[in-house]
C-alpha cells in the first residue's frame, strides 16, 4: 500500500523568507508526486507534480520541489513567501504502474502554511 | 485542464435520506474519481468511477453505501445513502487523463447531516 506522511500540521514563516513544506511517501516501484494547495471554501488546486527527469521542479506561483529518491522525499519549496501563500498544502502520490487499486491518488494529512506579515 | 462542475454545492440533510452529487467535465476523461475530506481532514479515495462497468471501491468504502454511476466520459454521479452525521463531510470529483498527469478537482460538495 502507498502512503504519504506531512510531518508538520502547522508551518509559520515570515513573508519574504523561504519556505519549506515537508513530504515524505512509500510507494512500491517509482512514485509519480504532486503537490495540491486549498483555499479556504475551495477545491484541490494543482501546483506542480514529478513524473521523470529533473529532480527540482517548478510550478505555479513560485513554488519548487524537490524530489529526493534516496530518502522517498518531495519538499514543497519556495524562496521568498508572500501572505497570500497562506493556505492548506497536501501531497500526493501515485504508484507508476496500474493495478491493484493505485489508479487514485493517495495524499497526506496536510499542512497548514501561515504566512506572517 | 479539465472544468468541473460540481452539483449540488451544498446541502444539509436530514439522517436516513440518501443524496445524488453529480459531477460534469467539460471534456472526455479517462479517469474519474470521488473523494472524501472529512472536517479537518484530508481526502480520502472512495471509488474509481469506470466507465460502462462497475466502480472500483477503496477498502472501508461499498457499493450499497456509495453508489456511483458513470454513463459516459464527461459525467459521474455519487449517492451517500442512508446518511448518518457521521457522514458530514465534503465529497469531491476528480479527472485525470492519464497515470502521469496532474488530476483536477471540482469545488466539492459540503454535505451536513442532521
Known amino acids: 500500500a502507498q502512503s504519504v506522511a506531512q510531518p508538520e500540521d502547522q508551518v509559520n514563516v515570515a513573508e519574504g523568507n523561504p519556505l519549506t513544506v515537508k513530504c515524505t511517501y512509500s510507494v512500491s516501484g517509482n512514485p509519480y508526486l504532486f503537490w495540491y494547495v486549498q483555499y479556504p471554501n475551495r477545491g484541490l488546486q494543482f501546483l506542480l507534480k514529478?513524473?521523470?527527469?529533473?529532480?527540482l521542479v517548478k510550478g505555479s506561483y513560485g513554488f519548487e520541489a524537490e524530489f529526493n529518491k534516496s530518502q522517498t522525499s518531495f519538499h514543497l519549496k519556495k524562496p521568498s513567501a508572500l501572505v497570500s501563500d497562506s493556505a492548506l498544502y497536501f501531497c500526493a502520490v501515485r504508484n507508476r504502474y496500474s493495478g491493484g487499486g493505485a489508479d487514485g491518488l493517495t495524499f497526506g494529512k496536510g499542512t497548514h502554511l501561515i504566512i506572517q506579515p | 485542464s479539465a472544468v468541473i462542475s460540481q452539483k449540488p454545492s451544498r446541502d444539509i440533510c436530514q439522517r436516513g435520506t440518501s443524496l445524488t452529487i453529480q459531477c460534469q467535465v467539460d471534456s472526455q476523461v479517462t479517469m474519474m474519481f470521488w473523494y472524501r475530506q472529512q472536517p479537518g481532514q484530508s481526502l480520502t479515495l472512495i471509488a474509481t468511477a469506470n466507465q460502462g462497468s462497475e466502480a472500483t471501491y477503496e477498502s472501508g468504502f461499498v457499493i450499497d453505501k456509495f453508489p456511483i454511476s458513470r454513463p459516459n466520459l464527461t459525467f459521474s454521479t455519487l449517492t451517500v445513502s442512508n446518511m448518518s452525521p457521521e457522514d458530514s463531510s465534503i465529497y469531491l470529483c476528480?479527472?485525470?487523463?492519464?497515470?502521469?498527469?496532474?488530476?483536477?478537482f471540482g469545488q466539492g460538495t459540503r454535505l451536513t447531516v442532521v
Open positions: 476528480s479527472v485525470g487523463v492519464g497515470r502521469g498527469t496532474e488530476a483536477f
Open positions: 514529478y513524473i521523470t527527469g529533473d529532480n
